[in-house]
């Protein structure tokens, strides 16, 4: 369990409240809109109606002592960059922000933020990756072209074995865990003969991956 700031209630920090909340963390979420500090009491642990960009305000939440601070402003640029940069000002451990554009992701890693999530951006790249190919179930990025994906066993792989397959040497893929019947096989079998109620994890390049697939 962590201890979790979360600025800005919008529909994206209502999402994260809400996600955070299931993960069994402790939220303090903040907003100078009252409605929607009302909207997440529920699934809050503590909540506060104020303005983040006002210095006072946020050293009287004690910023330095959550593990980390989520900046979810996205219709506000410039109150999204002031309150980053007094979070860091205020010895906050970790600061993550929303950026909606690649000018605003550079200006707040600039002036603070340790990590920046681009909503927009993440949803065009997994349309994107999705429209590839109807194999794909979900893909975590990794680095460069690098992803894990989730992919359906195609149809011309049932009833083979990782072996047979030998998708390593032919694409450069490799097979990190099988889930079946919704458990999840790290220490993969090779000679595991594949089924249609199987999913596959695997990583490996956008181009190889698709290769692959097709």
């Not at 642990?45 to 050293?59: E, M, P, V």
């Not at 922000?97 to 790249?125: C, Q």
């Not at 490799?174 to 096989?185: E, H, M, S, V, Y």
Request: hydrophobic share 40%.
């Amino acid at each position: 369990m962590q201890n979790i700031l979360l600025i800005g209630l919008g529909r994206f920090g209502r999402h994260i409240a809400e996600e955070l909340n299931r993960m069994g963390h402790r939220i303090m979420a903040v907003d100078s809109n009252e409605s929607r500090v009302n909207s997440v009491l529920s699934v809050v642990t503590n909540a506060q109606i104020g303005d983040s960009t006002d210095k006072l305000f946020l050293s009287s939440l004690g910023v330095d002592n959550y593990d980390a601070a989520i900046v979810a402003i996205g219709d506000d640029f410039q109150s999204s960059l002031e309150t980053t940069s007094l979070l860091r000002e205020l010895g906050a451990r970790r600061i993550i922000s929303r950026a909606s554009t690649d000018v605003h992701e550079k200006f707040l890693l600039r002036n603070g933020a340790d990590e920046v999530i681009y909503p927009e951006k993440e949803l065009a790249k997994w349309t994107a990756v999705k429209c590839t190919s109807t194999h794909i179930l979900d893909y975590i990025p990794i680095e460069n072209d690098f992803s894990i994906f989730e992919i359906i066993v195609p149809n011309g792989w049932l009833g083979k074995s990782i072996i047979d397959l030998d998708i390593r040497k032919k694409y450069g893929i490799n097979i990190l865990a099988i889930r079946n019947d919704g458990k999840t096989q790290l220490n993969v079998d090779p000679s595991t003969a594949l089924t249609d109620k199987m999913s596959l994890y695997i990583v490996g390049d956008m181009r190889s991956v698709k290769k692959c697939l097709h």
